[in-house]
């Protein structure tokens, strides 16, 4: 079955960039997306089809996807950014999630 | 404005049966996929499969196919999530979440505030 990793965590001081990634086989043949889900909340969908954001998801939120690796990128990093994010991807039929990132700011 | 909403959190023994629900509201119930995904505790997501509600069509991930079933009701935009008999390791958080479909790939849109099965003798 069709494997996506994610660093266990990423930290990163406010007003900085923070990058997180998402490794699959030939990722970058697929669409990627990425979910944020703070503490005892739902997920949220931060970015669509590699990089897209929803309506209402703030410009600092981009991502890339090219050959084995997926990355979201967040820019000027805010204390609320805080999180797990969480990437996936549609392999035969069956939707694939990574293990998941928490995402420090301090 | 999307509303997907959960039945209310169960506690079980194993061996029970059980069928959560997730009402959906706001837009064409019959023209997107709705889903399921775990949570176990202090876990990560893992996507347990779809229904289209127009024609019942149901997709599973193979690691959940034989342990549940997915159901819909259009009639009453409702969506369904069953066990027959449930195991201490079917405890966790169970989230519905309408999908949307691009050039045959899917993504979760929007998602209900989950249900908390627990199970335990």
């Known amino acids: 079955s069709y494997e996506l990793t994610q660093p266990p965590s990423v930290s990163v001081s406010p007003g900085q960039t923070a990058s997180i990634t998402c490794s699959g086989d030939?990722?970058?043949?697929?669409?990627t997306y990425w979910y944020h889900q703070k503490p005892g909340q739902s997920p949220v969908l931060v970015i669509y089809?590699?990089?897209r954001r929803p309506s209402g998801i703030p410009e600092r939120f981009s991502g890339s996807n090219s050959g084995n690796t997926a990355t979201l990128t967040i820019s000027g990093t805010q204390a609320m950014d805080e999180a797990d994010y969480y990437c996936q991807a549609w392999d035969n039929n069956t939707g694939v999630f990574g293990g998941g990132t928490k995402l420090t700011v301090l | 404005e999307v509303h997907l909403v959960q039945s209310g959190a169960e506690v079980k023994k194993p061996g029970e049966s059980l069928k959560i629900s997730c009402k959906g509201s706001?837009?064409?119930?019959?023209?997107?996929?709705i889903g399921w995904v775990r949570q176990m505790p202090g876990k990560g997501l893992e996507w347990m499969g779809i229904?289209?509600?127009?024609?019942?069509?149901?997709r599973y991930n193979p690691s959940f196919q034989g342990q549940v079933t997915i159901s819909a009701d259009k009639s009453i935009t409702t969506a369904y999530l069953q066990w027959s008999s449930l195991k201490a390791s079917d405890t966790a958080m169970y989230y519905c979440?309408?999908?949307?479909?691009?050039?045959?790939?899917?993504?979760?849109?929007?998602w209900g505030q989950g249900t908390l099965v627990t199970v335990s003798s």
């Open positions: 979440a309408r999908h949307a479909r691009f050039a045959g790939n899917y993504h979760l849109v929007d």
């Open positions: 229904i289209y509600p127009g024609d019942s069509d149901t």
């Open positions: 089809q590699d990089n």
């Open positions: 706001g837009y064409s119930f019959t023209a997107y996929w």
């Open positions: 030939k990722l970058g043949d697929k669409y």
